[in-house]
């Protein structure tokens, strides 16, 4: 996919709030996220050693703190001028859970692309809950067989 303006502008608001408030060991991330209607809120991760949110996580509450919908983007950028970084595990799972369809800008700064969430995290673990909305077939049990390649070779007719 290919940058846009947005997406430029995204990345320049984190990137002022990651040279105004990412002053200490305890912020060294900053994230910015951007609605469909173009608002745009800010977080700074909030280090701990018991574990904090990461400045994506704060990004989110902020917006939701304010009664945003749905996000369409988001980008975290690192202290001391270390540009674009891409969200941890965590962060992936949450994004996907809550915005299955936001983009993730990541890349070196010379080659940054929006990237869909569900991109950064194939293979992603489905809540029990969300797997009770599947078909009956899959509830009861009933799963369909995966089919494995055979170990011996293929004919030739």
């Known amino acids: 996919m290919t940058m846009l303006d947005t997406d430029r502008a995204l990345v320049q608001a984190a990137t002022a709030v990651a040279k105004l408030r990412c002053r200490s060991d305890n912020h060294?991330?900053?994230a910015a996220a951007r609605t469909a209607d173009g608002r745009v809120f800010t977080g700074v991760n909030v280090y701990?050693?018991?574990?904090?949110?990461?400045a994506e996580v704060v990004a989110i509450g902020a917006a939701a703190t304010q009664g945003a919908g749905e996000?369409?983007?988001?980008?975290?950028?690192?202290?001391?001028?270390?540009?674009v970084i891409p969200p941890c595990g965590r962060c992936?799972?949450?994004?996907?859970?809550?915005?299955?369809?936001?983009?993730?800008?990541?890349?070196?700064m010379d080659a940054l692309r929006p990237v869909p969430v569900a991109e950064l995290l194939p293979e992603t673990y489905v809540w029990g809950d969300h797997q009770l909305d599947a078909p009956m077939a899959v509830r009861t049990g009933q799963w369909p067989m995966p089919s494995v390649p055979s170990s011996r070779p293929a004919s030739e007719d």
């Open 92 to 108: 992936r799972q949450v994004l996907l859970d809550y915005f299955p369809s936001i983009k993730v800008i990541v890349g070196t």
């Open 71 to 83: 996000l369409e983007a988001i980008v975290a950028v690192g202290d001391r001028g270390r540009g």
């Open 48 to 54: 701990h050693f018991t574990g904090g949110p990461c």
């Open 28 to 30: 060294t991330v900053a």
